[in-house]
Structures are given as structure tokens and as C-alpha cells.
T-cell receptor
Framework: EPEVTQTPSHQVTQMGQEVILRCVPISNHLYFYWYRQILGQKVEFLVSFYNNEISEKSEIFDDQFSVERPDGSNFTLKIRSTKLEDSAMYFC?????????????FGPGTRLTVL | AQSVTQLDSHVSVSEGTPVLLRCNYSSSYSPSLFWYVQHPNKGLQLLLKYTSAATLVKGINGFEAEFKKSETSFHLTKPSAHMSDAAEYFCVVRGGSQGNLIFGKGTKLSVKP
């Protein structure tokens, strides 16, 4: 069964450094998402991406964040200058169009630790 | 605005006994509701979803949920818990037009032998 994959599983970085989190969505999906979960808190929506552009973003997704689909398979989240409060589990998700379009399929997550 | 409230942060049951995880929703229109499960060190897996068809929704692993508009509830149930059901469960509502999901705080289910 196809699945969403994410790399790396765990990323440790120093405050102020740039990080890129990578996701490979399911191949025939058209909508892509990033969510994050700070330890002990809710899963929160960050951004959605469709047709090579951001379609919706939350207040969390400020100028420090960017997303890109550099080729036909990868979907990346970049944090330009990491802060301590960016430490969280980051989930990528994708969904198809049409009647099945309500279901989002999640990757296993990348745990980001900012020191 | 859409929101969900999970009424219990932790539920503990014995193996073989019923499971009830409670969720209330708030929505300005007919909602799309989901339950996702997260096993330790794993991603989020869809258990079931409600999208305005049958109000009783059956999911994987013997779970089901009933949409009750009058009570604005979408509780998750299973007749008989198994040790492998121990995990965190999230009640989720579809948010904006682009399909972003709004999560509850989660309920951690423990299953005792």
C-alpha cells in the first residue's frame, strides 16, 4: 500500500540554523500539508499546498517558514533560522482529489530538536 | 469556526472490555469528522471518517463512531479492547476550504491485561 515517507526521522540542530524537512507524498495525490505537534500539545496545521503554490497557511507559518515542491515527488518544509520553540514533531500529509479527497494520509513524522 | 473537544485526556480499560472515547465538535456547517490513531513512534493512521452519509461509521480494527447532530458528538467505541489498541487517539474536524484538519488534544488509551 502506498504511503507518505519523511526524512530524516530525527533532526537535531543549533538555534539559528536552517533546516529542511523532506517528505515524499503518495504519487497520485495533489494536495500537500505540513502539521506540527509540540510535545504535549495538539497537532497544529501549518500550511497547505496545491498546484505549486500555498493554498492556505496558519498564523504559525510566518516568514521563517517556506515550502517547496522542487520536483515531481518531494515536498519540503524549510525553517530559515530555527528557534527553540520550533522543537516539535513535524508531519507531512497528502490527499487525492475527488470523493476520496477528505482523507489525508500522514507520514511518520520528523522530530526536530533545536538546541 | 470549526473545533473539536476530546473530553478525556486518558482512558484506561481492561483487555476484553468496551472502549469509549468521547469527542464533541463545533461547526458552522455539516462537518467532516475523523478519528486518527497514533501508536508510539508511529505516524497518524486514519481509523474512520464521517462525511454526511451514514451516521454510524465503521472503521478499521473493530472501531466505530456515531455522529449525533443533536448532541454535537462523535464518540469512538469498540466492543472489546485489545492490548494492541493502546495508543493515542485524535478526534479531528476538517477546517478550511483547502481541507486543513483541526485536531483535538488527544486521548491516550491504556489497556490493562
Amino acid at each position: 500500500e502506498p504511503e507518505v515517507t519523511q526524512t530524516p526521522s530525527h533532526q537535531v540542530t543549533q538555534m539559528g540554523q536552517e533546516v529542511i524537512l523532506r517528505c515524499v507524498p503518495i504519487s497520485n495525490h495533489l494536495y500537500f500539508y505540513w502539521y506540527r505537534q509540540i510535545l504535549g500539545q495538539k497537532v497544529e496545521f501549518l500550511v497547505s499546498f496545491y498546484n505549486n503554490e500555498i493554498s492556505e497557511k496558519s498564523e504559525i507559518f510566518d516568514d521563517q517558514f517556506s515550502v517547496e515542491r522542487p520536483d515531481g515527488s518531494n515536498f519540503t518544509l524549510k525553517i530559515r533560522s530555527t528557534k527553540l520553540e520550533d522543537s516539535a514533531m513535524y508531519f507531512c500529509a497528502s490527499r487525492p482529489r475527488g470523493l476520496a479527497g477528505d482523507t489525508q494520509y500522514f507520514g511518520p513524522g520528523t522530530r526536530l530538536t533545536v538546541l | 469556526a470549526q473545533s473539536v473537544t476530546q473530553l478525556d485526556s486518558h482512558v484506561s480499560v481492561s483487555e476484553g472490555t468496551p472502549v469509549l472515547l468521547r469527542c464533541n465538535y463545533s461547526s458552522s456547517y455539516s462537518p467532516s469528522l475523523f478519528w486518527y490513531v497514533q501508536h508510539p513512534n508511529k505516524g497518524l493512521q486514519l481509523l474512520l471518517k464521517y462525511t454526511s452519509a451514514a451516521t454510524l461509521v465503521k472503521g478499521i480494527n473493530g472501531f466505530e463512531a456515531e455522529f449525533k447532530k443533536s448532541e454535537t458528538s462523535f464518540h469512538l467505541t469498540k466492543p472489546s479492547a485489545h492490548m494492541s489498541d493502546a495508543a493515542e487517539y485524535f478526534c479531528v474536524v476538517r477546517g478550511g476550504s483547502q481541507g486543513n484538519l483541526i485536531f483535538g488534544k488527544g486521548t491516550k488509551l491504556s489497556v490493562k491485561p
